[in-house]
């Protein structure tokens, strides 16, 4: 069965520090890998979204960056840290196919940035 | 930009009865689903209706969707105090590789 990895649960960083965050799927190949922020009782706003290695397309600028340097592996990273970037960040893998179904949801990591 | 949009924002009702929440969208979609989310975990996936369907059941849930007025309904029946906990409506579009989520709807289910 596939599963979907994050770490770490929760992650306090002084402004200006670097980021980065990751996520792995297991039991399953050739994903599409999603990075989502949730703000404090709101919805999801898509960041970055994968359909294979190397391959990233960001959905709105920021101070953020995702890298897949492996097909199973999604990373998001930032250089400087600014207190706008806390928030509940959520991994998601979707079985590769046109039109997209269902997407599968990592436990997540909560951010703050002080 | 197709945006599900859900309402009401919150929904506070009894156990025993039966919770409707609404989604709207603006353009055209393949799939529109829902989730949900437990206070400080991850989404997941409870049920997608496809374009070409009307109605739809799963257990305790039920989606209907009308593509003429871009709008779908959750209803969960009987809803237990289990069932708190804020639910989202995403669109998949016709070509698109991802969803746009709405700001979704917090259900509390008093016992």
């Known amino acids: 069965s596939q599963t979907i990895h994050q770490w770490p649960a929760t992650l306090v960083q002084p402004v200006g520090s670097p980021l980065s965050l990751e996520c792995t799927v297991e039991g399953t190949s050739n994903p599409n890998l999603y990075w989502y922020r949730q703000a404090a009782g709101r919805g999801l706003q898509l960041l970055f979204y994968?359909?294979?290695?190397?391959?990233i397309s960001s959905e709105v600028p920021q101070n953020l960056s995702a890298s897949r340097p492996q097909d199973r592996q999604f990373i998001l990273s930032s250089k400087k840290l600014l207190l706008s970037d806390s928030g509940f960040y959520l991994c998601?893998?979707?079985?590769?196919?046109?039109?997209?179904?269902?997407?599968?949801f990592g436990p997540g990591t909560r951010l703050t940035v002080l | 930009s197709q945006q599900g949009e859900e309402d009401p924002q919150a929904l506070s009702i009894q156990e025993g009865e039966n919770a409707t929440m609404n989604c709207s969208y603006k353009?055209?979609?393949?799939?529109l689903q829902w989730y949900r989310q437990n206070s400080g975990r991850g989404l997941v996936h409870l049920i997608l209706?496809?374009?070409?369907?009307r109605e739809k059941h799963s257990g305790r849930l039920r989606v209907t969707l009308d593509t003429s007025k871009k709008s779908s309904s959750l209803l969960i029946t009987a809803s237990r105090a289990a069932d708190t906990a804020s639910y989202f409506c995403a669109t998949g579009g016709e070509d698109g590789q991802n969803f746009v989520f709405g700001p979704g709807t917090r259900l509390s289910v008093l016992p």
């Open positions: 209706i496809r374009s070409n369907e």
């Open positions: 353009t055209s979609i393949n799939n």
């Open positions: 994968s359909v294979g290695i190397g391959q």
């Open positions: 998601a893998w979707s079985v590769a196919s046109l039109p997209v179904n269902e997407q599968f």
